[in-house]
T-cell receptor, first 113, second 113 residues
Framework: KQEVTQIPAALSVPEGENLVLNCSFT??????LQWFRQDPGKGLTSLLL?????REQTSGRLNASLDKSSGRSTLYIAASQPGDSATYLC????????????FGSGTQLTVLP | EAQVTQNPRYLITVTGKKLTVTCSQN?????MSWYRQDPGLGLRQIYY???????DKGDVPEGYKVSRKEKRNFPLILESPSPNQTSLYFC????????????FGAGTRLSVL
């Protein structure tokens, strides 16, 4: 059964720093990996999706990488801002037919002004 | 505006009193699913539906029912709620084919006393 782990569980950084969030998964037979953002009282918003055949995806200040063979992904946030404060979740879509996502527990990020 | 709408957003009930949480999407998505989110456990899938009249169990289906009579609606039914179903619930939808970018509702916080 797929397991997804995110480290650290919480992270606090001063504004302007570059930072990396980590995600690892146990079964490399995946279709894709997604990074989501969750704000308090709101649902999840998809940030980046990396197909299993891809190595990375970029959107603005965000860059996500995928190393499927080692079961790892990183989310790089450049020049962090207080508005980036949120919980970041990674999720993998397994190799079955159900299109099910398996989520990590998330990293709670606080960017201090 | 593309959206997934859940109602109610907050609900307090007592053990054994049947309740329904509604979910509706306006994107003509085939795939819809329900997740629950608990501290330290991440999001876990309860049920999913690949299309009208097609539903299947996720990882934690016990105590829940769903139906998919129309493409846009996917209600979650708790026939006899128990305190261990106190949680934050999310509905999500996506296209069945192509990239599985899932759109999430804002969540329903349920407390069962």
């Amino acid at each position: 059964k797929q397991e997804v782990t995110q480290i650290p569980a919480a992270l606090s950084v001063p504004e302007g720093e570059n930072l990396v969030l980590n995600c690892s998964f146990t079964d490399s037979a995946i279709y894709n990996l997604q990074w989501f953002r969750q704000d308090p009282g709101k649902g999840l918003t998809s940030l980046l999706l990396i197909q299993s055949s891809q190595r990375e995806q970029t959107s603005g200040r965000l860059n996500a990488s995928l190393d499927k063979s080692s079961g790892r992904s990183t989310l790089y946030i450049a020049a962090s801002q207080p508005g980036d404060s949120a919980t970041y979740l990674c999720a993998v879509e397994g190799g079955g037919s159900a299109r099910q996502l398996t989520f990590g527990s998330g990293t709670q990020l606080t960017v201090l002004p | 505006e593309a959206q997934v709408t859940q109602n109610p957003r907050y609900l307090i009930t007592v053990t054994g009193k049947k309740l329904t949480v509604t979910c509706s999407q306006n994107m003509n998505h085939e795939y819809m699913s329900w997740y629950r989110q608990d501290p330290g456990l991440g999001l876990r899938q309860i049920y999913y539906s690949m299309n009208v009249e097609v539903t299947d169990k996720g990882d934690v289906p016990e105590g829940y029912k769903v139906s998919r009579k129309e493409k846009r609606n996917f209600p979650l039914i708790l026939e006899s709620p128990s305190p261990n179903q106190t949680s934050l619930y999310f509905c999500a939808s996506s296209l069945w084919s192509g990239e599985n970018i899932q759109y999430f509702g804002a969540g329903t916080r349920l407390s069962v006393l």
